[in-house]
């Protein structure tokens, strides 16, 4: 009976480590988070970008924007690995000439062709 007792001690005890060791949640404001003024700020795209998204001058997150419905719209998304862009004659002159990117890197190559 003892024995009993001792373990029901036991297993509150950790119940109560466990209860204090979790925090309670933040509370989350009603305000949105800013976006970063470095993203926002109109960037000209080169001649090559250009023919893909226009000449226009425009935010980082547009001209990525448009690129995507290039992609999706052209259907140069590989069809396995949806990470993966094949590029067509447009995209391979901005990608520097790789007939295969990956999203992650073509984000680095845009950016050499913004002003």
């Given at each position: 009976m ?19 060791a ?5 509370k ?16 000209t ?18 001209i990525t924007?448009?690129?995507?419905g290039y992609?999706?719209?052209n ?16 995209l ?5 000439g ?7 890197e073509?984000?680095?190559l ?6």
């Amino acid at each position: 009976m003892a024995t009993k007792k001792k373990a029901a001690k036991k297993s509150a005890k950790k119940a109560g480590r466990k209860m204090a060791a979790r925090r309670p949640a933040k509370k989350k404001s009603g305000a949105k988070r800013k976006p970063n003024p470095a993203f926002m700020k109109p960037m000209t795209p080169s001649s090559a970008l250009a023919a893909v998204v226009g000449p226009i001058a425009q935010a980082r997150t547009e001209i990525t924007k448009k690129l995507w419905g290039y992609i999706k719209r052209n259907k140069l998304q590989d069809a396995i690995n949806k990470r993966m862009i094949n590029a067509d004659e447009k995209l391979r002159e901005i990608f520097g000439g790789k007939r295969q990117v990956s999203m992650f890197e073509m984000t680095k190559l845009v950016s050499k062709h913004l002003k």
